[in-house]
């Protein structure tokens, strides 16, 4: 089969290093490439089962010594991996969906919020590609208005490609965004018109945003992330 030997290669390469799965690679790339995570960083992992991105986050943050958290939110009880993670790594199941962004700040440092926000949801997949790429959006449109101000809402599949975001002038008090001034923001989309509008939002919201298809992605995944640096105050 077209493709199948790398995705081979990344299985046996994360069980040999004691990742939770395949997808401690796609991190481990953009660490790489955008250095988002460092010492005393606070990150916040959005669908963070099975754990591998917990393990790269904790990995990230270097020594014990040097600080920094990790918070992982998952539908699913996540057990923090034994390996690559220390106490400064812990887990929250609950439905980002419904958590109210003053929840999600109360567990940063002195609720002060995230320096890195990554989201690595994804929908139960239908087969549909319309529909799985819509729902797709929705959980990447939650990641973007918890980590900026402004109120969570799902807008239609035309606003997402028109770029259109709510005016947050009548935002009350629990919409102020989570992410910190100069932070940085990763979220897993399917590739489609839809996801291609994110990057029409971001861009004056950031300082960067750029796509990635991480080379541990498999072949017949339609799976692309946009990377969001420095977040302007």
């Not at 923090?80 to 220390?86: A, I, K, L, Q, R």
Request: proline share 6%; net charge positive.
């Amino acid at each position: 089969m077209s493709g199948a030997g790398t995705p081979d290669f990344f299985y046996r390469e994360a069980q040999r290093l004691g990742y939770a799965a395949r997808s401690a690679f796609k991190l481990l790339q953009m660490q790489k490439q955008y250095k988002l995570i460092k010492p005393g960083s606070s990150v916040l992992d959005l669908g963070c089962a099975p754990g591998a991105w917990l393990q790269v986050a904790c990995q990230s943050l270097g020594p014990l010594k040097n600080g920094g958290v990790v918070v992982g939110i998952d539908l699913k009880k996540v057990k923090v991996p034994s390996m690559h993670c220390d106490s400064r790594v812990k887990t929250v199941c609950a439905d980002v969906m419904k958590l109210p962004k003053d929840e999600i700040r109360a567990f940063s440092p002195q609720r002060k919020g995230f320096s890195v926000i990554l989201s690595d949801m994804c929908p139960l997949v239908s087969g549909i590609t319309t529909k799985d790429a819509v729902l797709s959006a929705e959980l990447g449109m939650q990641a973007l208005h918890l980590a900026v101000r402004g109120p969570a809402l799902a807008p239609s599949g035309d606003e997402i490609q028109k770029g259109e975001h709510h005016d947050d002038s009548t935002s009350g008090p629990d919409d102020d965004g989570i992410l910190q001034p100069g932070g940085h923001l990763v979220i897993k989309l399917l590739e489609s018109e839809d996801a291609q509008g994110f990057s029409r939002i971001c861009k004056p919201l950031f300082r960067k945003a750029s796509w990635l298809r991480p080379k541990a992605t498999r072949s017949s995944s339609r799976e692309i992330y946009l990377i969001c640096q420095g977040l302007r105050p």
